[in-house]
């Protein structure tokens, strides 16, 4: 898919929900509204990185696939993450042992 498609769809996507007015949506470049959808309100941290959103853009076919794209990539992250404190908690708890 091109981004310029996926950016349409994603706009398409914003004036139905009738959150954000319709000018602040046309107002959006294509980077920005893709971005929106990417990166947590809360902290700002993109949750995708841009090369992993280059290649997804490229591979999907429309915006159900982007948004299954983008949570898959968020699941396998939090596992990462979820295993990294595992074992991080398991070598302290082997070192307290040892003491």
Do not use: W
């Not at 893709?34 to 995708?48: A, R």
């Amino acid at each position: 898919m091109e981004k310029h498609r996926l950016a349409l769809e994603l706009r398409q996507r914003q004036s139905c929900s009738g959150i954000l007015e319709q000018h602040v949506i046309d107002a959006l470049s294509d980077d920005e509204i893709i971005e929106s959808y990417i990166t947590c309100t809360d902290c700002g941290e993109k949750l995708v990185p841009s090369q992993v959103l280059e290649s997804a853009i490229r591979l999907i076919n429309n915006v159900n696939e982007f948004f299954e794209v983008c949570e898959n990539f968020a699941r396998a992250r939090n596992f990462m993450i979820v295993e990294a404190m595992r074992k991080n908690n398991s070598r302290k708890i082997k070192m307290r042992r040892r003491r």
